[in-house]
Every structure is written in C-alpha cells, then in structure tokens.
C-alpha cells in the first residue's frame, strides 16, 4: 500500500518560451524519509521548470495519480502480522478515508437518467417502474451469484452502490482484484487508482458539497500555522455539517462465507464511520 508519510515542496522560476518568469512548483513524496521526499520534490521542480522553458504544457492534474495521494495520514492500522493493513486519510477534498490493503471495495457508481415519457405516463396511473438503482442492485445480485466463492457486504451510496468482499484478502495489484472490479463494472478511474495506489478505498464521511458546505481553506501539508488554523477552523465546520448526513446504507450480504477475522474490525470501523446502519440522508 503507497501511503506516504512525508511530502516535501520545491519550487524554481523558469523563464518560459514567451520570455515571461513562470513558477514550477513540484511536491516530492517518501514512505519513511523526509530527505528523499525533498530530493524527489527538487527533481520534479526540475523536470517541470525544462518543460516550460520549452514551451510545453503545464501537466494535467493528478486526480488519479501513479503516485501516493498527498493527504494527510489521521491513523495507521496495523494487521494481525504487524504489516500496515488500512489507514485513514484525509483526501484533497476534506473527507475521510479507508485505505486497505486486502480488503476489498468496490465502487459502482449508477448513471442519472432522465424519466422518459412512458416512465412519466406510467407514473400518472401509479404504476411502479424500476428505476437505475433497482435495476443496477438486480445486476450486482446476479454477477455475485455468478462467483459464489466471495461475500459481499453490499452498501447503498448517494452516487451508486459500494461492495466489501468479506471473506477473502484480495491483492489490489493482481489479476483476481481486476476481474472483480471489471464483472461488477466499477469505475475505470477507480480500477486503475486501486492498482497504482496498490489499495483500495472506501470514503468514509461525506463530501462537503453533498452537505451544501463550503470547500476547504488550504491544503495538506500546510505552508504556515495560518494556514493550517484556517483548515481546522474549517474542518470543525464541515464535521458539523456531516452530522445529518451518512456517507452509505448496509442493503444485504450476499454471500455464505465468514468474514475474514483481521477483517472484522475494519469492516465494523467502516460501518460506524459511514453511519451506514441509519437511515440518515446520503451525502
């Protein structure tokens, strides 16, 4: 699993091809050594100042990068060898996080679709169509069944739905993991962040915007006390706006086999942390 304990930042001025001093700012990343998260910072500032001296593009964003997020790590969770089996973060957008390291999840998200006129017709009379999230649970039922040897927790989110295989550690980097996450159509971006990541994730607490909140002051790791007092002044705010709202639903188990044992425990976190056991409204 990629969690990065250390980020470093590094910056240099570039003269760019139209004459004009740009800024190339880079953040280098390391497991366990703030030097090498520096050198790694230093090069990619370099890397990207000689791209712009030759007029290229600044890059894209890393939304799903083939490196750690940097977020900031709030509790590592040790497994029943003492390896890091899960650690929660907090990702760029202020939630919370479950990153693990065998135990899967899956994310399925369930496309919007307007109501066409026979739907509204039928609706009129009071007659009851399936609507995208009946129809797309019916087709996790029906792929589940189709590999009995895995049990699946099954969650309701405000997007789609969210699985947790149960019974079986599963490599976020392996063939088993990419079958898996293709049979039940999960997000490409996610499929490929899981592999790059090396783990899987699972939101723990809702998005700020679900919860008509505002967007967080700053960013992980803070430049200055400031910055980092109006972060925390702004979590303490979002962790009151979260109050009403719970990230996903407990539906159903599919599945006869026990729950792995070093499983249980981050299986119950989960649940509490989502509040999935209510019936609070999903953000």
């Not at 939630?95 to 307007?114: A, E, G």
């Not at 995208?132 to 049990?151: K, N, V």
Request: proline share 6%; net charge positive; aromatic share 10%.
């Amino acid at each position: 699993m990629k969690i990065a304990r250390y980020w470093k930042r590094a910056g240099l001025v570039v003269t760019g091809a139209d004459g004009r001093p740009k800024d190339a700012v880079a953040w280098g990343w390391s497991v366990d050594d703030p030097a090498e998260a520096q050198s790694r910072a230093e090069e990619a500032a370099q890397r990207l100042a000689a791209r712009i001296a030759a007029g290229g593009p600044f890059p894209d964003s890393y939304g799903y990068p083939d490196r750690p997020a940097r977020e900031e790590i709030i509790r590592e969770i040790a497994g029943e060898d003492g390896s890091l089996s899960a650690a929660i973060t907090r990702n760029i957008f202020g939630s919370l996080v479950l990153n693990t390291s065998r135990l899967m999840f899956i994310d399925i998200d369930v496309p919007r679709q307007n109501p066409s006129l026979l739907t509204s017709i039928k609706f009129l009379f009071g007659i009851k169509t399936p609507d995208a999230f009946d129809t797309a649970l019916e087709r996790i039922r029906a792929t589940a069944a189709r590999s009995p040897q895995y049990t699946f927790r099954v969650y309701r989110t405000a997007a789609g739905f969210r699985l947790a295989v149960a019974n079986k550690r599963i490599d976020p980097t392996g063939g088993e993991s990419e079958t898996l996450l293709y049979n039940f159509s999960s997000d490409s971006l996610y499929q490929r962040l899981c592999k790059n990541q090396q783990s899987f994730r699972a939101r723990l607490t809702p998005k700020h915007w679900r919860c008509t909140y505002e967007s967080p002051r700053g960013r992980w790791p803070f430049g200055s006390e400031n910055e980092e007092a109006m972060y925390r002044n702004w979590e303490q705010g979002y962790n009151n706006a979260c109050l009403p709202f719970a990230t996903c639903r407990f539906i159903e188990e599919l599945g006869t086999d026990r729950t792995v044992g070093e499983f249980r425990d981050l299986i119950a976190l989960h649940d509490r942390e989502t509040r999935a056991d209510s019936q609070l409204p999903l953000a």
